[in-house]
């Protein structure tokens, strides 16, 4: 769950130039709508968890540094939540659960947690500010930078949208040669959380569907060794609206933890 999270969770900001590889240009003019929605599909398999799969939908503002999301969770096993909602507004994460056993219940009156993740990442020894970016599920989409060895496959229709379907491998490496500071950034961050959990993410093969708009309309790719990873995004450019749950429903972190 934490290495979907991680994906779902990763940030950038606007494209650059265009690049001659079509997915890697999909992926420059794709960042530049700044706002969308998007489904996710993931399954994995993780020490003591198991399989596991975990589906959702939300929206994202990269403008905002703001994603809102619900993930459903399904094989994790007892003492587990059946679905989480995640809001992110720069460094504020908000997180509802649903199907927490007796003893994880909040106070009487509350049904969110809020965490600071600038105050969560200085525990462990890391400068929320020197991340860069807020948080999108777009950050995936900045590793298509690095695309390379692309071969067309063939041509679908998702959601109504003619796409030509493409498969080949992402060069992490190029990608951060391509990218933006802020992107740049965020990507080193991916390498390093993929790192601490055991995963190579320095190349990847990957499926991407590319509208005749020149957008990008869903990719695939493997996590590691570990699963794989489905999205498919709609609506680029239209508004979004993410706020902050209700104060007096939101408790803090902080106020729950012992000491």
């Known amino acids: 769950m934490l290495l979907a999270l991680t994906l779902v969770a990763a940030g950038c900001g606007s494209g650059g130039s265009l690049a001659l590889d079509p997915v890697a240009s999909a992926a420059d003019r794709t960042l530049d709508k700044g706002t969308g929605r998007f489904d ?32 459903n969770i399904h094989g994790v096993g007892a003492g587990m939540p059946t679905s989480v909602e995640l809001r992110l507004l720069q460094q504020a994460m908000y997180v509802q659960f649903e199907g927490l056993p007796a003893g994880g219940q909040l106070p009487q009156g509350k049904s969110w947690v809020k965490v600071d993740l600038e105050r969560a990442l200085k525990k462990l020894g890391v400068d929320f500010a020197n991340l860069g970016a807020g948080q999108s599920p777009t950050g995936v989409l900045a590793q298509l930078r690095g695309s390379t060895n692309t071969q067309k496959v063939g041509t679908e229709t998702i959601d109504g949208v003619r796409t030509t379907h ?45 509208g005749d708009d020149g957008l990008v309309r869903r990719l ?9 990873l489905t999205m498919t995004f709609s609506d680029y450019g239209e508004p979004v609206h993410i706020e902050a749950p209700a104060a007096d429903a939101t408790v803090d972190l902080s106020d729950l933890s012992p000491g």
């Open 40 to 71: 996710l599909q993931t399954a994995f398999t993780l020490p003591l968890l198991g399989r596991a799969t975990v589906s959702g939908e939300g929206s994202f503002d990269n403008a905002k540094q703001a994603m809102d999301v619900t993930l």
């Open 166 to 210: 493409y498969r080949g491998t992402v060069d992490v490496q190029d990608a951060l040669d391509q990218a933006t500071a802020k992107e740049r950034k965020t990507l080193q961050r991916l390498l390093d959380e993929a790192k601490a959990h055991g995963v190579d993410a320095t190349s990847t093969t990957f499926d991407v569907w590319v």
């Open 220 to 228: 695939t790719q493997r996590v590691g060794s570990v699963g794989h």
